[in-house]
């Protein structure tokens, strides 16, 4: 059955299923890496990716945004930056899978208010939540900029990019 659009689970509506250990035939998390780049510098500019809406942002979504983002960062920057997913994908999403195409009219209505099978995960964040950040030099921000407005581009919630820099104390 093919995935349904992220307009369905971008509205925080309805009670948080977090509890795995009571659920079964839960599919895995599709983030692959939550630190990349390089982990050791330390860098004293940081970029972050923040929510302008509450919402909800699934798994793939998320890890479709950090390609994209290290995409960018390595033609620019190639040991110069530190990419960070901020949020784990906690929320395991369900879905009630009903009968389509021609014919399913008269069966359409399915169970009413049915639980559903488990078919995800998502990240549940609130207004200024920051998903990602980029950790980078003085001369990338310009690279780390462009790399967030690019994985903006792959979530299903308006964002903006918060600059920070390093104090002197």
């Given at each position: 059955?093919?995935?349904?659009?992220?307009?369905?689970?971008?509205?925080?509506?309805?009670?948080?299923?977090?509890?795995?250990?009571?659920?079964?035939?839960?599919?895995?998390?599709?983030i692959t890496q939550f630190d990349t780049g390089n982990?050791?510098?330390?860098?004293?500019?940081?970029?972050?990716?923040?929510?302008?809406?509450?919402?909800?942002?699934?798994?793939?979504?998320?890890?479709?945004?950090?390609?994209?983002?290290?995409?960018?960062?390595?033609?620019?920057?190639?040991?110069?930056?530190?990419?960070?997913?901020?949020?784990?994908?906690?929320?395991?999403?369900?879905?009630?899978?009903?009968?389509?195409?021609?014919?399913?009219?008269?069966?359409?209505?399915g169970m009413r208010r049915a639980f559903g099978k488990?078919?995800?995960?998502?990240?549940?964040?609130?207004?200024?939540?920051?998903?990602?950040?980029?950790?980078?030099?003085?001369?990338?921000?310009?690279?780390?900029?462009?790399?967030?407005?690019?994985?903006?581009?792959?979530?299903?919630?308006?964002?903006?990019?918060?600059?920070?820099?390093?104090?002197?104390?």
């Amino acid at each position: 059955m093919t995935r349904k659009p992220a307009r369905m689970y971008r509205k925080v509506e309805g009670q948080i299923y977090t509890r795995q250990e009571y659920m079964g035939g839960i599919p895995n998390c599709r983030i692959t890496q939550f630190d990349t780049g390089n982990p050791r510098a330390d860098f004293p500019v940081s970029l972050s990716l923040g929510m302008e809406e509450a919402g909800q942002v699934r798994d793939i979504a998320l890890e479709s945004a950090r390609v994209s983002a290290v995409r960018v960062l390595e033609k620019a920057a190639p040991n110069g930056y530190r990419l960070k997913v901020r949020r784990y994908p906690h929320q395991v999403l369900r879905e009630h899978k009903m009968a389509m195409g021609a014919g399913a009219d008269r069966i359409s209505d399915g169970m009413r208010r049915a639980f559903g099978k488990p078919v995800g995960h998502a990240v549940r964040a609130e207004i200024g939540a920051e998903i990602l950040t980029i950790y980078t030099t003085a001369a990338h921000i310009e690279d780390a900029k462009e790399a967030l407005r690019k994985a903006s581009h792959k979530l299903p919630v308006p964002t903006r990019v918060v600059i920070r820099t390093a104090s002197a104390a």
